[in-house]
């Protein structure tokens, strides 16, 4: 390569490097502004984070981890006088009907019973039975098939407790810009299974229901956004969190727009825990809501939900896309 050579590319590469030079340092002048972050409501075991990336990261991350050693005196069973259950038999993984979809479905035909992805809880199978457990909203069905035979069981819910506290008793969080408040709602539920094998031994399914609604306000008291999650979850006592469903509801002020939301659920060894997090804007102004509502095999007074806020300004008018 001759000097001519040498010398363009050495221009060149003097351009690159300005360009990504200017490049980064405008970066840092038009990144977004996060104007306040804020934690408030969180629970013995849960720790509630955000994050501080730039605004097209719209998870806030929040962890679970409990300390705390079962005990019957720490369970939401015993403020309502229900007695610790005896642990019942290991049961085999609950299977989800979408993956087992080619198993229920004869089997619901030939118990001439119907069900959907929605409402079919899911599928314990034995070594030599199946038992199947489907939701009708006042009542549930188990369908447990040994050998030919298929026997059809109604179960009842046995209502174990509730438990409601409301802002009132939460209090009112202050930010700088808005305001917030807090509910929470707590519900147990207890059917009996009835398992494979002689005598129809039965072993206790708990079914937790968990709302949290979060209402962010401005300081004058007008209400900006609702966000309300909830959490369905199947309990085999002292063993794990069989299922979790989910649900979701937000209301806003028709000058914010709702951005995006995520919700799901995932596991932490034996606990279900149950994420969801909500973006809503309006003009540059940008809120990030977050939940997390968690429940143990224990059941325990502790086990509750969490909830965190982000906010920060776009770069753009929308709002929505920085």
């Known amino acids: 390569m001759n000097s001519s050579d040498n010398k363009k590319w050495h221009n060149i590469l003097m351009v690159a490097l300005c360009v990504i030079i200017v490049l980064g340092f405008g970066s840092l002048f038009w990144s977004p502004a996060h104007s306040v972050v804020n934690?408030?409501?969180?629970?013995?075991?849960?720790?509630?984070?955000?994050?501080?990336?730039?605004?097209?990261?719209?998870?806030?991350?929040?962890?679970?981890?409990?300390?705390?050693?079962?005990?019957?005196?720490?369970s939401f069973l015993y403020p309502f006088g229900e007695s610790e259950p005896v642990k019942g038999p290991d049961m085999p993984p609950l299977a989800d009907y979408p993956i087992h979809r080619e198993v229920v479905d004869p089997?619901?035909?030939?118990?001439?019973?119907?069900?959907t992805e929605k409402?079919?809880?899911?599928?314990?199978?034995?070594?030599?039975?199946?038992?199947?457990?489907?939701?009708?909203?006042?009542?549930?069905?188990?369908?447990?098939?040994?050998?030919?035979?298929?026997?059809?069981?109604?179960?009842?819910?046995?209502?174990?407790?509730?438990r409601h506290t409301g802002s009132n008793e939460t209090g009112y969080h202050h930010h700088p810009t808005y305001n917030s408040s807090t509910e929470d709602d707590v519900t147990i539920h207890r059917i009996d299974l009835v398992l494979p094998g002689p005598g129809n031994a039965t072993t206790p399914l708990y079914i937790v229901k968990k709302t949290r609604a979060d209402t962010v306000l401005y300081p004058d008291g007008a209400k900006i956004f609702t966000v309300s999650t909830t959490g369905t979850f199947y309990v085999l006592y002292g063993q794990r969190v069989d299922r979790v469903l989910y649900e979701s509801a937000i209301s806003h002020d028709p000058g914010w727009n709702v951005c995006s939301q995520k919700i799901g659920m995932s596991r932490n060894g034996m606990t279900g825990e149950l994420r969801h997090t909500v973006k809503v804007a309006r003009s540059s102004e940008r809120i990030l809501q977050a939940h997390l509502i968690i429940t143990g095999p224990s059941i325990q007074v502790y086990e509750g939900s969490g909830g965190s806020m982000s906010e920060w300004n776009s770069r753009d008018s929308t709002g929505c896309s920085c």
């Open 119 to 162: 409402t079919i809880i899911g599928l314990y199978e034995f070594s030599d039975s199946r038992l199947l457990l489907i939701n009708n909203d006042t009542t549930l069905t188990e369908l447990l098939e040994t050998g030919n035979a298929i026997r059809t069981y109604t179960l009842v819910p046995r209502l174990v407790g509730n």
């Open 39 to 74: 934690m408030y409501f969180i629970p013995a075991g849960v720790w509630t984070g955000f994050s501080f990336g730039t605004c097209s990261n719209d998870d806030i991350q929040m962890t679970y981890t409990s300390m705390a050693t079962p005990s019957y005196a720490d």
């Open 107 to 115: 089997f619901m035909t030939r118990a001439q019973v119907n069900g």
